[in-house]
């Protein structure tokens, strides 16, 4: 699984990771929560990691385009 840091003090989601052998993004929040979501694109993980590196808002993309959307499994 490839992890990404997410390093802003705003965010409340601490990491994101993506296994591409499965298709599955798995999503840690700061509070300790984190869950998993199915059938994930590996595009969504490249534009992840594009708002990561630009310090642009990671939890509007995944509202916007995974949470609710996607099967999801709580960790």
Known sequence: METLIISNELSKISQVGYDSSVSELSVFFKDGRAYKYFK????????????????????????????????????
């Open 40 to 75: 994930i694109e590996p595009r969504h993980f490249s534009v992840i990691s594009k708002l990561i590196e630009d310090k642009r808002s990671v939890g509007k993309y995944l509202t916007e385009n995974i949470f609710n959307k996607y099967d999801q499994e709580k960790l």
